[in-house]
């Protein structure tokens, strides 16, 4: 019975995934337009592509993607309008950028700059300076027990 229920399950997604009346007639287009869904996040689910989901913007940008394409638009261009229409975050691959570069490199740089100034630090350390024949003598009197 949970077998059964799991495939109904997946068999529902599918399905809400792919409406054949919103299939390309060209199935060299319909192929092109299955990868690219597989490239755009669905800015609903966050971390899904539009092919699995179901949200309806996902359905949206899959009608979008499929009148690109049959308008003879390449790949590229159809991941320009995307993102020009909604940003660098609905592609799972964003371009190399020199903001994108930035933000997986600062990090790094936070790490490497605060190893660096904690090593400068360690390295500056003052060693303490041996006690005067004053200083001594002031020792031992604090620190001398007295048996009487």
Known sequence: MKRLLIALAALACIAAASDPSERLADPAQEARARALFKEVRCLICQNEAIDDSTADFAKDVRLVIRE????????????????????????????????????????FLVLLIGGVLLMMRLRNRATPEALSPEEEAALARLTRTDDA
Do not use: C, H
């Open 68 to 107: 690109q394409i049959a308008a003879g638009r390449s790949d590229v261009q159809v991941k320009d309008f995307l993102t020009d229409r909604y940003g660098e975050y609905v592609l799972f691959r964003p371009s190399l950028s020199g903001a994108n570069l930035a933000l997986w490199t600062a990090p």
